[in-house]
């Protein structure tokens, strides 16, 4: 693999899609998402590559590392480059449309075209004598990727059951290169994406220098123009021989290797689906007998693989593969059990070997019995009777939601029990304190449930809960809800009993078959208008007033004026008068003198 595809993230989350559901993580095997402000993210430490959250995810928002660009400057380079197709191709595609695989994989420029289940033949041998050689205990095929990946991260004490044999995709490789050279080139083709971190192994280096699924084999035919029916149909250039292309399907290893045919056979355990394989791995542990454990972490296998592009079910794939590995096994049985036949390339036996160790995907953290206590009382789980284990937030018990809180995988609020008890306080608070009169009565009209202001408004206690409403009030409005004349009524009543003057809302819950009624005490307003009105009046009498003794001073002061006037002007009149006359006697004479 290159170095950028290596440092690449193989399964991962387009938070532009992600919609808060939390079902990726009720998916998830091995819990490795991560939980933060509604968005699930894909922690690369902790995932096994199983796919399985990429099936499950509704809004496609979980994806897997593209590597179709890679694969075709592969080619575009100019060196030679071979393919390896896993034989659950048969799953996708029909059987015409098989046998035209060849020449259109030709046509991409792949000088080498071939099937696993080579690879796969060789790794049943391998593992038959391993077992074999090691008797009197249990063994856990490696075949599949992703169950390996589940041991070494979560089953460490499962390690030495593990066969430490490489899986058909690396011993088909080394194969592959056998053949060609070693300057060959690899890519695999198949429906796993555990496959692209099988080839990141720091161990294979080198050997897969590619995966695709056949969902992006299919977008390379699309954008190169490759029409499949347009392909003459060809073979491959090497046929596995037995019956290696069972191998997709559960049971289809030990069949190749001749280890059992028989489905009740004790010695072999054919498994898929992760809590099946989950509980035969737990359950291996101390065996001493000869026990075969062959593992697919797929249910029905590798047919329902996360980069299938089938949309059978798992039945129907499964018979197609059943039906081209029964079509093309008959001609090869024969050479089966030969183990020196030209068909195979003779691979050095510790070429298949592979040892597996332990990674832990993270550094064990302990948290203390009060911290968890602590984040159990945060979401009303103080008590073990609280503590629901209802697996909504997306893990089996609530005490393992608590750790992965501390551990910062998860958040509180993904507790839905706890949030929807939340709502209904947060309502509950609502109508307590709500200033208006709420009751609710049952299909009966009887009183249910009222809130303090209704107590408040009717004078009453919860003591009258159970009674009919006509206990407190006329019931003719509720009446006319139940006799489905309306759903909703909207009027004005006096409760004189009360000294109330309500308007009241009253509408019908069909579902619930209850009534509502809300009751809005509106003589306060009322009497305010009244204030209001008297206040109105009172101004209006009191301008009026100010406006008659305003008219009636500006009446006395023009008739003041009027007089005042007359006066001066008389006056006036008279010192003109005087002004103009000859003074006449001695006294007259005297004043003019004396003023003139």
Same mark, same amino acid.
């Given at each position: ?21 939390? *079902? ?70 029909? !059987? ?24 796969? #033949?060789?790794?049943? *041998? ?74 990141? *192994? ?186 629901? %284990? ?45 200033? %208006? ?19 408040? #408004? ?12 006509? #206990? ?6 509720? !009446? ?56 109105? !009046? ?35 009149? %008279? ?22």
């Amino acid at each position: 693999m290159s170095t950028d595809l290596k440092t690449r993230q193989v399964v991962f989350t387009d938070h532009a899609r992600c919609r808060d559901c939390y *079902r990726c993580l009720r998916a998830c095997p091995v819990k490795a998402i991560q939980m933060h402000d509604g968005q699930a993210a894909v922690v690369e430490e902790r995932c096994i590559a199983c796919g399985t959250c990429i099936r499950e995810c509704p809004q496609q928002a979980k994806s897997y590392r593209r590597d179709l660009e890679p694969a075709a400057s592969l080619i575009e380079s100019g060196y030679q480059v071979a393919a390896s197709i896993a034989p659950s191709f048969a799953a996708v595609w029909n !059987e015409w449309e098989r046998k035209c695989i060849p020449s259109a994989l030709r046509k991409l420029g792949f000088v080498h075209v071939s099937e696993t289940a080579i690879g796969a #033949y060789e790794v049943a *041998r391998a593992t038959r004598d391993y077992v074999n050689e090691n008797a009197g205990r249990a063994h856990i095929c490696t075949a599949c990727p992703a169950v390996v990946n589940y041991v070494e991260y979560y089953e460490p004490q499962a390690i030495g059951l593990l066969t430490p044999i490489v899986s058909p995709m690396i011993a088909h490789a080394r194969h592959i290169r056998g053949l060609l050279g070693a300057d060959v080139k690899v890519v695999f083709i198949g429906p796993c994406v555990a496959k692209k971190a099988e080839a990141d *192994r720091p161990e294979y280096a080198g050997l897969v220098d590619c995966v695709l699924t056949f969902a992006e084999l299919t977008d390379w035919f699309q954008r190169t123009g490759i029409d499949l029916a347009k392909c003459e149909a060809s073979a491959f250039d090497e046929e596995p021989v037995g019956e290696s292309r069972y191998f997709p399907l559960p049971g289809g290893m030990a069949r190749t290797a001749a280890w059992s045919t028989d489905l009740l056979d004790t010695r072999c355990e054919a498994v898929s689906g992760f809590a099946s394989i989950r509980d035969a791995i737990q359950s291996a542990g101390g065996q001493s007998r000869d026990l075969l454990i062959e593992p697919l972490f797929c249910v029905q296998g590798c047919v329902c693989g996360p980069g299938g592009l089938s949309e059978a079910n798992a039945y129907e794939q499964k018979r197609r593969v059943l039906s081209y590995a029964g079509a093309t096994t008959s001609k090869n049985k024969s050479v089966a059990g030969n183990c020196t036949t030209e068909n195979i390339h003779e691979s050095n036996a510790n070429a298949l070997m592979n040892q597996y160790r332990p990674r832990c995907p993270l550094d064990p953290m302990a948290h203390s019995e009060e911290a968890i206590r602590s984040v159990l009382e945060k979401t009303g789980k103080a008590r073990k009777e609280d503590q629901l %284990n209802c697996g909504a937030c997306g893990y089996l018990s609530c005490r393992a939601k608590a750790i992965a809180v501390l551990e910062g995988m998860a958040e509180p609020e993904m507790c839905i029990p706890h949030m929807r008890r939340l709502a209904e306080q947060r309502t509950d608070r609502i109508i307590e304190t709500s200033p %208006n009169g709420i009751v609710i009565l049952d299909e009966r009209l009887k009183i249910m449930h009222m809130n303090a202001a209704f107590r408040r #408004y009717f004078m009453c206690s919860d003591a009258v809960c159970g009674k009919h409403i006509s #206990y407190l009030m006329d019931p003719a409005n509720f !009446e006319r809800l139940v006799g489905g004349e309306e759903d909703r009524y909207e009027t004005t009543s006096r409760h004189k009993n009360y000294n109330l003057i309500c308007h009241q809302i009253l509408y019908r819950l069909p579902e619930e078959k209850q009534y509502v009624g809300i009751f809005v005490n509106i003589a306060p307003l009322l009497t305010n208008q009244k204030k209001l009105e008297q206040l109105r !009046e009172q101004t209006t009498a009191q301008a009026r007033e100010l406006l008659e003794h305003q008219v009636k001073m500006a009446q006395e002061m023009a008739r003041f004026l009027g007089e005042s006037t007359a006066r001066g002007e008389e006056l006036v009149r %008279n010192l003109l008068k005087l002004s103009t006359e000859q003074p006449s006697g001695e006294r007259d004479r005297w004043l003019w003198d004396t003023y003139t």
